[in-house]
């Protein structure tokens, strides 16, 4: 990745939060027994299968805002727990086929002030830490960061990733109205190059409609559905792309949407073969957006998209996800 807007290169969709591993997994041991667990194989051969989009929660660095987990307003689900519902997570796992999950925690923290948002995200980083300690084989995650404050933000991916093993940072898509893309992110995204991890981009709720003109100026894009749009978007109103024939960036905007990564919460068979059409079969990955009831099928709608090749399937699976993040095959 030579740029900022060039790393950019994360996982988008329909794209929250932990709390922690302890007795539970003692006493969860019958119960995951009891259901066994789906292995995958395409041509024969056992394949290993990574969920690169659910979501958790620490229960801990929630109640330092007044936040409780699994209250009603605002609504989080008891399930984002890893202390009291880590076997529920688990018989989910082996019920669909996922064999790795790889956990976010949803931004609440970005109007925070300094120090609050500081603990928050340590003690969310360190819980973190141990639910994939606790079971290495199942779970790994992706730092929590105030990006709110890109320098202490930068530190903060870096002791995630050096300290307590994390992969790489999961962030919204917005931090309180100002684009990621601008600027004064700039240390942020240099860490993450320096590190060579991957930063998971989740929407946040200011991504609405009735503010796409504000939000998009000076950065953003479009959808992979939405592409060839925006690659002729210069040339049909030059005077409002100022810096060349694509404007203030390099290359056409189709070209960066193929250095990203999506998720593959389309939901159709011709849903994911556009997508994979458009972006390249190397930059997809499953995600079930688990706990949210989105889908339980994405193994299955990855192997019953027709027009995949079996390496198609494999990589999509859990090959692509599994050279980004480090994980053990």
Known sequence: MTTRREFLGTTTGALAGLAFVGCDLLAAAPVRAQTRRREVVVSGRRVKTVDVHAHCAVAEAMALVGMTLGAPAPPTRPELSMVTHVSERLRAMDEQGIDVEALSINPYWYKTERDLARQICQIQNSKLGEACAAHPDRFVAFATVALQYPDL?????????????????????????????????????????????????????????????????????????????????????????????????????????????????????????????????????????????????????????????????????????????????
């Open 153 to 329: 933000a930068a530190e903060q991916l870096e002791d995630g990733v050096k300290k307590y093993g994390l992969r790489g940072a999961g962030i919204g898509g917005s931090v309180n109205g100002e684009e990621i893309s601008d600027p004064k992110f700039d240390p942020f995204w240099a860490k993450a190059e320096q590190l060579g991890v991957l930063v998971f981009i989740h929407p946040q709720g200011s991504g609405v409609a009735s503010e796409i003109p504000k939000r998009l100026k000076g950065g953003g894009g479009y959808l992979p559905s939405y592409a060839a749009r925006s690659d002729l978007g210069c040339s049909t109103q030059p005077t409002q792309c100022p810096g060349g024939p694509h404007g203030p960036i390099k290359k056409k905007p189709t070209e960066y949407l193929k250095q990203m990564y999506y998720d593959t919460m389309v939901f159709t068979p011709e849903g994911l073969r556009h997508l994979a059409a458009e972006v390249g079969v190397s930059r997809l990955m499953i995600g079930t957006d688990f706990p949210y009831p989105w889908t339980k099928t994405a193994v299955d709608h990855v192997l019953g998209t027709p027009g995949l090749s079996d390496a198609d399937r494999v990589a999509i699976l859990g090959g692509n996800a599994v050279k980004l993040l480090g994980i053990k095959t």
